[in-house]
């Protein structure tokens, strides 16, 4: 029995990040990055509705001087028929020495 590829495209950028992966279900990932590396955004789309995809998810990423991440919003169900769109928000708090000290998470609709 033939051996499935784990995906079909990886695209990298020139820093070797991985900015584009698909999967072999049609799902595909989109990956920006800062020039420290450090994800900015990430956006997965759905295989379903072809060739109108929509996007599943889509993460942003804010992160403070020693990259520990401050904040992320992930927006579900953008574009998706007969779903409702809404947006998650997890923000964190670290201390003097950058361990994290608290987080809140919470769900908003949009």
Not at 4 to 17: E, V
Not at 55 to 73: F, G
Not at 81 to 94: D, F, K
Request: proline fraction near 5%.
């Amino acid at each position: 029995m033939g051996q499935r590829p784990y995906s079909t495209y990886d695209g990298y950028d020139l820093a070797n990040d991985r900015v584009r992966l698909d999967l072999p279900n049609g799902t595909r990932t989109l990956r920006d990055f800062d020039p420290r590396h450090r994800i900015q955004r990430e956006t997965v789309w759905s295989p379903e509705a072809v060739p109108d995809r929509y996007r599943c998810t889509d993460n942003r990423y804010a992160y403070d001087a020693v990259n520990n991440v401050r904040k992320q919003v992930e927006r579900f169900n953008e574009g998706a028929p007969n779903e409702i769109a809404h947006n998650r928000v997890l923000e964190c708090v670290y201390d003097a020495v950058y361990r994290l000290t608290n987080h809140r998470d919470h769900d908003v609709t949009v």
